[in-house]
Structures are given as C-alpha cells and as structure tokens.
C-alpha cells in the first residue's frame, strides 16, 4: 500500500542518515568504539525493518500465494529463513 511504502521509505532515509552519520565520524577521527556504537544501531535498525518486511510477506504475498494454490510459496519462504537467519 502506499502508507506501506511510505513507513518503508521512511525507515530507510533514516538508516541512511545514520550511515552518513557515521561517515562524517570517520572523517572527524570519532573515538572508534563511539563508530562500533552507531554501527550496531545501524545493524539493530536494519533488522528491525527486515523483520517488518517480512512480516508483511507472510501476510500479504504469502497468503495471497497460498490461497490461489501457489505452494511454491513455502519452498521460498523456507529459502527465505535459511537466509535471514544467517
């Protein structure tokens, strides 16, 4: 949907404005563990909005798949985990 998309783009701008945060960290000689900090924040937000993204397959495409009788559907929700739980 489009507030879907919206909340998506959104999340993302932020993840970027983190990653440049971090840049001008480097380029100000920042105290590294200060750069490790913002790194995993980076790292926890981007889980965050894979999991949301996930979440929103299984109840969208997934289900969609499933009703019409797409049972290739799991083969690649099962690919799909082997992946994000990597």
């Known amino acids: ?3 879907e998309k919206k909340l998506i783009s959104n999340r993302l701008n932020r993840i970027s404005g983190q990653i440049n945060g ?4 480097i380029e100000n000689d920042a105290y590294c563990n200060d750069v490790l900090v913002q790194l995993s924040a980076v790292k926890n937000s981007i889980k965050s909005l894979s999991s ?8 969208m495409c ?3 798949d ?3 009788g797409d049972f290739d559907a799991i083969d690649e929700l099962i690919s799909l985990f082997k992946r994000f739980n990597q």
């Open 52 to 59: 949301h993204i996930l979440e929103n397959h299984l109840y």
């Open 22 to 25: 971090i840049n001008k960290m």
């Open 62 to 64: 997934v289900a969609r």
């Open 1 to 3: 949907s489009p507030e």
């Open 66 to 68: 499933l009703e019409n």
